[in-house]
């Protein structure tokens, strides 16, 4: 099990940056334990069950339904990603970029 520790930071932003964004101060970091040589070991019904999900997404992966939905599938996480990151492109905005790269590569 990891651990929670105090630790100090010394800002060097000089300008920029909001004050309270530029100040030093200490924060609570948790930092977890090294993973590298910690073995897995996973029950058989567990093995069984993450076989069945291989076996079930190699079988979705391999339907010709996906490759008409895959345009979608691919906006679509590629919004989500946008989310976390903090820009959230409207739908319009981004009907309006999918015709604009259609037209770009017909000519």
Not at 64 to 71: F, K, N, S, T
């Amino acid at each position: 099990m990891g651990q929670w520790v105090t630790r100090s930071w010394q800002s060097t932003h000089e300008g920029g940056l909001r004050r309270r964004d530029r100040r030093s101060g200490e924060y609570v970091a948790y930092v977890p334990d090294p993973l590298v040589g910690v073995g897995l070991a996973l029950t058989p019904d567990t093995e069984g069950l993450a076989a069945q999900a291989e076996a079930r997404a190699r079988a979705v992966n391999a339907s010709p339904d996906l490759v008409r939905i895959g345009r979608f599938l691919l906006r679509s996480e590629a919004i989500a990603s946008s989310r976390i990151e903090g820009i959230a492109p409207s739908a319009h905005k981004i009907a309006l970029a999918e015709l604009g790269s259609r037209r770009r590569s017909r000519g």
